[in-house]
């Protein structure tokens, strides 16, 4: 149980194009996800909370309009990294816990590279 | 907002020996505090947790103590092997969860 993917899990895309990435819980309800960025070799970086049926909250830093979040089931949420430029290049992760329950478990990531 | 400290960042310790990895929080509130394991180029992996009503848990090979007074809280890996060889992450939550920057553990045969 508590099982989560993550679509697609590697992305190579143009600058100045927009990328979707899908966060699912596969045999659990999440009513929050949480979408995080990890440089190589580096520790998982909070970006933005995504709440079922309502706005993410984002973290200080991250641009909500750079970054678009929808969370329109309790199974799926959705990450648009917007006008992707080589900076955006990064592994992108998302993480859900089961209704009630702390303990989150991890998507398998995506890997994105804008050239 | 909490802040999570984790030392050391890189451990190497000889096969069979104990491995310990020390986190710092900042916020009081914290009340879930997990640990996972993430191998190169795959998702963090849940390994133990524990909530702020419990000092020590254990799990075979694996323990974690908590000192809520002092805000720290602690993984202990003994009889190490060369599969825990990964970078281990320590987490705070209160209502999300911040993570330490990692200890990328390498365990010699």
């Known amino acids: 149980g508590a099982v989560v993917s993550q679509h697609p899990s590697w992305v190579i895309c143009k600058s100045g194009t927009s990328v979707k990435i899908e966060c699912r819980s596969l045999?659990?309800?999440?009513?929050?996800m949480f979408w995080y960025r990890q440089f190589p070799k580096q520790s998982l970086m909070l970006m933005a909370t995504?709440?079922?049926?309502?706005?993410?909250?984002?973290e200080q830093g991250v641009e909500k309009d750079k970054f678009l979040i929808n969370h329109a089931s309790l199974t799926l949420s959705t990450l648009t990294v917007t006008s992707a430029h080589p900076e955006d290049s990064s592994f992108y992760i998302c993480?859900?816990?089961?209704?009630?329950?702390?303990?989150?478990?991890f998507g398998p990531g995506t890997r994105l590279l804008v050239l | 907002g909490e802040n999570v400290e984790q030392h050391p960042s890189t451990l190497s310790v000889q096969e069979g020996d104990s491995a310990v990895i020390k986190c710092t929080y900042s916020d009081s509130a914290s009340n879930y505090f997990p640990w996972y394991k993430q191998e190169l180029g795959k998702r963090p992996q849940l390994i133990i947790d524990?909530?702020?009503?419990?000092g020590e848990k254990k799990d075979q090979r694996i323990a974690v103590t908590l000192n809520k007074t002092a805000k720290h809280f602690s993984l202990h890996i003994t009889e190490t092997q060369p599969e825990d060889s990964a970078v281990y992450f320590c987490a705070a939550s209160a209502n999300d969860m911040r993570f330490g920057a990692g200890t990328r553990l390498t365990v010699k045969p």
């Open positions: 993480s859900a816990g089961d209704r009630g329950k702390e303990t989150q478990y």
């Open positions: 995504s709440n079922e049926g309502s706005k993410a909250t984002y």
């Open positions: 524990i909530r702020s009503n419990v």
């Open positions: 045999d659990f309800q999440a009513t929050t």
